[in-house]
Nanobody, 123 residues
Framework: QVQVMESGGGLVQAGGSLRLSCTASGLTFDDYAMGWFRQAPGKERERVASISASGGIRKYADFVKGRFTISRVNNKSTLYLQMNSLKPEDTAMYYC????????????????WGQGTQVTVSS
């Protein structure tokens, strides 16, 4: 059974930083593309960042370019999202998701999802 679990969310002031972590079990982590998504109340879910199985391909949404960095450590089966220069508009539930195919992550339809971790940025 595949399990995806996020951690690291919290409350931070604008301009601050947070690092989210995601672990995935029940699969061969090295084979899977990964991604971070977010959803704010009353808004649609949006893709934040994606990374290929090897880590060689990384894609970011325009609204986080230069501020967020996605990375993975395959021998620890862990995905990260380093978030710097946070803004109040970054407030959302952040989800980790994974799929064998990077294209599925890029199109917002990965097979496995975590429960989410809340990020709140105060002004």
């Amino acid at each position: 059974q595949v399990q995806v679990m996020e951690s690291g969310g919290g409350l931070v002031q604008a301009g601050g930083s947070l690092r989210l972590s995601c672990t995935a079990s029940g699969l061969t982590f090295d084979d899977y593309a990964m991604g971070w998504f977010r959803q704010a109340p009353g808004k649609e879910r949006e893709r934040v960042a994606s990374i290929s199985a090897s880590g060689g391909i990384r894609k970011y949404a325009d609204f986080v370019k230069g501020r967020f960095t996605i990375s993975r450590v395959n021998n620890k089966s862990t995905l990260y999202l380093q978030m710097n220069s946070l803004k109040p508009e970054d407030t959302a539930m952040y989800y980790c998701a994974t799929d064998l195919y990077l294209q599925s992550v890029l199109t917002g339809s990965p097979k496995y999802w975590g429960q989410g971790t809340q990020v709140t940025v105060s002004s």
